[in-house]
């Protein structure tokens, strides 16, 4: 019977500090996955909203949506290299025919493309999580200036 007794607050103990740990580690995820939306979000609006509207909706036939399309999410990689180098030559999303040259923004650092990308995939009714910086680095690996 004794040992019952110790046995229950003991397990009670340990899921409190597992419990503990949870949320710890859920809390800075959270924290790292705001810090990279806020930074994105100014970064989109000095750099992005001009064009692609602070709605993500674009203008037109001018500039295509961000927002309201699986385009971005499905072209995740792409998107990188077009930000830091810009992009020519007709494209379809949404079903319409864009074909306007973007000037790229050379100077974005890869955690500043991991930002914009992450408040993109977190807005307009998306929840998509962060966007790694890794991914970021590996996919303009494989693009460059033109
Ligand atoms: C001067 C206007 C302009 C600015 C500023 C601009 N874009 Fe674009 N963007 C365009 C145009 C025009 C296209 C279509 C290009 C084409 O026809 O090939 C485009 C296409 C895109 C695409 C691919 C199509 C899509 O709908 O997903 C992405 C992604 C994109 N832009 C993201 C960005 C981001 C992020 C920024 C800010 C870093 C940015 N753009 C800044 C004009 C702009």
Not at 6 to 11: A, N
């Amino acid at each position: 019977m004794s040992s019952s007794r110790t046995l229950v607050p003991g397990s009670i103990t340990v899921a409190v500090f597992l419990g503990g740990i949870f949320l710890l580690s859920c809390s800075s995820k959270n924290t790292k996955l705001d810090q990279y939306y806020v930074q994105g979000q100014a970064l989109y609006e000095k750099n992005c909203s001009n064009c692609h509207q602070k709605n993500g909706k674009g203008l037109g036939l001018v500039y295509p949506p961000l927002a309201d399309n699986n385009y971005f999410t499905d072209h995740l990689d792409d998107s990188f290299c077009e930000m830091k180098y810009g992009k020519k030559g007709s494209i379809l999303v949404n079903g319409k025919e864009y074909n306007k040259a973007m000037p790229g923004v050379p100077s974005l650092t890869e955690l500043e493309i991991a930002e914009i990308a992450t408040y993109i995939t977190n807005s307009w009714g998306r929840e998509n999580g962060i966007v790694d910086i890794q991914r970021v680095k590996q996919a303009l690996d494989k693009c460059s200036a033109p």
